[in-house]
Each structure stands twice: as structure tokens, then as C-alpha cells.
């Protein structure tokens, strides 16, 4: 278990949620309380026609104070009336953390800005039930930066809840990992970037909607699933494709579009597609595609496979699942080649010229 953010020696029961804001070389950080006198706005700091303030040097009572930043420490305690927490100006956070003391509450916090949480990450000690949730608004954004991770390391406690809205983002850089967060993505994206991991992450992408975006869960550049679940509704996109590597998860449930590239996915448990769905497999020079499965692969939906016109007669394993093989799919389309089932595998044959 990390040590606390925030160490204070008198009994004060009520602390919940503690922010530490990064801090420019020589900044001093304060604690700052929500208390929420003017309203739900996170920066509304320090009125000075009124003397009211979002934030206080105590619990109760106190010092009226302006809005965090730098490196101050922004607590939220369980007893305010207002836990709605508007953020809608860009803020770079250092850490999210849920106290031991927390009870029977919790806190929302709403995106409508660029929210970066850029040092430990979102840290929950408290009972279970009491999740901070997140909702990023259509184009908005919550980056998660450097190391930060959403919980503790060992991924132990349910840390945040995500939902996402049309066009918003939910991105992870550098070092950062998605923890044992449970996300609903309703025609957003969620990306990973650089060395960045999903881990024990919960991912599901809703069914696109008539007047909306499709979703998507997106691997660049050296990024790492880990032991992700996750499910992708209609229209929905999981891709690796970019990747120039493999990658591994825990489970997929594919009723959207599922593109593998030339890499190799490797899936711990099962992988079910449903009729909806569609995995794209790819080959690019002396590589192609495939799906490892651990378990048992239940198969629907539609293949589609590209790149093996001209490739060396033969024949190249496309899915393998040590579990056994259920089902075919009910579309093929397979250019260069015939695929052909197996017990528990499918390949594609590619013959030698007449």
C-alpha cells in the first residue's frame, strides 16, 4: 500500500478524497477543503464581494481560500452537500485519493476541460461501494500522465468509474496504467500511448447510436493490455493494428469491429464473437496477424483477411485457442487464400499457382 498523500495528526474522521496539485520547484502546498459556499464549480475560489468560497482551510469552518493549483492539496469530505464537482478549466493533478475513513458516500467529478492526472493516480483506500466516478463531456478529456495509475499497485481495490460521452477522451500516457477501473464508453475513445498499460481494466463500448460516434479502444506505440476485459458493442472499434508487436489481454467479446493487423493477440481467457462482429487479420511482408486464445474461442460474425495474395504457398495459423473451437464464422472474406477449421484453430491455406 502506498503511503498516504496526506498526513495529518488530528482525528478528523470526515476526510475523504485528497488532490495533491503538482508543484512548480519551491512551491509550498497547502490543504484545501471543499466545502462548496458557492456553488459546484471547481474553480471557484475566494469571493471577495461576498467572502464565500468553493474551498477553506478546514473541514468546517475556516479561512475562506482561492481555487487549488500548484501545489496544493485539495481534500473533499463526506458531510458537504455538494459532491457534484463541475472541473471546467484546464487542471494537471498530481493524485486522486480516497481516505480509509471514507463511509457511505461519493464523490462525481465532471469533465468539461482538459482534467491531467499526472503523479500517483487515483488511489482508493476506502470501503467498498464508495467509487469516485468520472464523466468526460462530448470532446472533453481526462489524461492520465507519466506513472500514474488508477488504483493501488496491486491492482486490489475498484479505484474509479469512467463514463464517457460522445467525442470524449479517456487517453493514457508515458508510464500511466488504467488499474482495475470499470469504464463505459458511449461513442468516445479510449487510448493508449507510449509504454502505457489497460492492466485489470473493465472496458465496455456501448452500441453506436443513430446520432452519435462509434467507440473505440485504441493500442499505439508500445502500450499493453495486460489483463484488460473487454467488450466492444456494435460498430464499436478495438484496435492493435498500429502496434508493430503483440499484445495480450484477458478476454474479448467482440460484436464490432475487432483489427488485429499483422500482430499476434494473445487473449488469457476466452474470446466470443457475436454475430455483429467482425476480426480483421492483415499480413505485411514475412508477418501476419493471428489470435492466440488460452481458452475457448467461440466464433460468428464475419473474417476478413487481407495481404495474402502472392504470399509463399502454404498454410498460416489465423486463430488457435488451446481451449477448443466453437462455431465458424458465418462470413469469410479471404482474398489470396481459403480458410479452412480445425479442432481448435483456423488457418488459411494458400495453394500454389496452377
Known sequence: MRAKLLRRTARVACVAILLALGAAPGAEARDLYWQGRRGDKWEHGHDPNTGLSNWYSKAVGGNALRAPNGGDRAIFPP?????????RRDEDVSSLHIEPTATDY?????????????????????????TPQFVIARGK????????IIGEPDFSTSAARFRI???????FWEFSAGGNAEVVNNGGRVTFAGNASAAHMRITN?????????????????????????TNGENGLIDFATQDRSNTVERIHNNGNLHVGANRLHIKEGFTQGPLGTLWIDRAGAFHGAVIVEGVAKLG????????????????????ATGG??????????????????????VIIVDPPP
Not at 460474425?301 to 488457435?320: D, H, I, N, S
Request: aromatic share 12%; hydrophobic share 40%; net charge neutral.
Open 325 to 346: 473451437r466453437q462455431g465458424k464464422f458465418a462470413e469469410v472474406d479471404a482474398f489470396g487464400g481459403r480458410i479452412a477449421y480445425g479442432a481448435n484453430r483456423v
Open 206 to 230: 456501448r452500441p453506436q447510436q443513430p446520432d452519435g460516434s462509434p467507440s473505440s479502444i485504441r493500442f499505439h506505440d508500445n502500450s499493453w493490455g495486460i489483463s484488460a476485459d473487454l
Open 141 to 148: 478529456q481526462l489524461a492520465m500522465r507519466n506513472h500514474a
Open 301 to 320: 460474425g464475419k473474417l476478413k483477411v487481407g495481404g495474402f495474395f502472392g504470399a509463399a504457398p502454404g498454410t498460416y495459423v489465423l486463430l488457435r
Open 106 to 130: 461519493g464523490y462525481t467529478f465532471w469533465v468539461r476541460a482538459l482534467f491531467s492526472i499526472v503523479g500517483d493516480g487515483i488511489l482508493n483506500d476506502g470501503p467498498a461501494g464508495v
Open 79 to 87: 458531510a458537504q452537500e455538494t459532491t457534484d464537482i463541475w472541473i
Open 165 to 171: 460521452l460522445d467525442s470524449g477522451v479517456l487517453s
